[in-house]
T-cell receptor, first 113, second 115 residues
Framework: DQQVKQNSPSLSVQEGRISILNCDYT??????FLWYKKYPAEGPTFLIS?????DKNEDGRFTVFLNKSAKHLSLHIVPSQPGDSAVYFC????????????FGSGTKLNVKP | DAGVIQSPRHEVTEMGQEVTLRCKPI?????LFWYRQTMMRGLELLIY????????DSGMPEDRFSAKMPNASFSTLKIQPSEPRDSAVYFC?????????????FGDGTRLSIL
């Protein structure tokens, strides 16, 4: 039973435009959410996070939005660059669980020059 | 700053052989996680440790899989005997989990091929 879902396996965007990656979760006890980026032959690297007390967190070109009522998370990349082409995983965690994360299945982003 | 170090990076072995994957977490981190990545199931959590103690091994697929963390700086994931369906990329991650949620930091993985 997947508690974190990424329903789009892939996304293709033109360089300079906005990329929007989506993630849904089912467990209302989750209170910490993250996005990871993964290049081929490398491990996932942490990109940005948000706690449930916020609905938006921004870091440069990357913004994460959290809609708790809809149990929905999204990552916006503006403007998109070819170097952003990678697989993006969302993850979620609840309290008092030794930092265990539940990961989505990933969305492969392709930014075309 | 050294990140999470996994070895070997690639392992090719024949069915039935024992396979041992190794992980050195980031110094000071007190939680360690083993994941398996496959096309079908994405990133699956196999087992995780806190302060060297296994907390949850419910993700370990079968008794052929075992993991140990003898000290704070070393962990192993063992498959014995190995089968072709164990072929995947195995990741180790570590984090500091004493003061609330923190990002996990991943190694670059071990690509395992069982022939």
């Amino acid at each position: 039973d997947q508690q974190v879902k990424q329903n789009s396996p892939s996304l293709s965007v033109q360089e300079g435009r906005i990329s929007i990656l989506n993630c849904d979760y089912t467990n209302s006890m989750f209170d910490y959410f993250l996005w990871y980026k993964k290049y081929p032959a490398e491990g996932p690297t942490f990109l940005i996070s948000i706690s449930s007390i916020k609905d938006k967190n921004e870091d440069g070109r990357f913004t994460v939005f959290l809609n708790k009522s809809a149990k929905h998370l999204s990552l916006h990349i503006v403007p998109s660059q070819p170097g952003d082409s990678a697989v993006y995983f969302c993850a979620a965690s609840g309290k008092n669980n030794f930092n265990k994360f539940y990961f989505g299945s990933g969305t492969k982003l392709n930014v075309k020059p | 700053d050294a990140g999470v170090i996994q070895s070997p990076r690639h392992e090719v072995t024949e069915m039935g052989q024992e396979v041992t994957l190794r992980c050195k977490p980031i110094s000071g981190h007190n939680s360690l996680f083993w994941y398996r990545q496959t096309m079908m199931r994405g990133l699956e959590l196999l087992i995780y440790f806190n302060n060297n103690v296994p907390i949850d091994d419910s993700g370990m697929p079968e008794d052929r899989f075992s993991a140990k963390m003898p000290n704070a700086s070393f962990s192993t994931l063992k498959i014995q005997p190995s089968e072709p369906r164990d072929s995947a990329v195995y990741f180790c991650a570590s984090s500091f989990s004493t003061f609330g949620n923190q990002p996990q930091h991943f190694g670059d993985g071990t690509r395992l091929s069982i022939l």
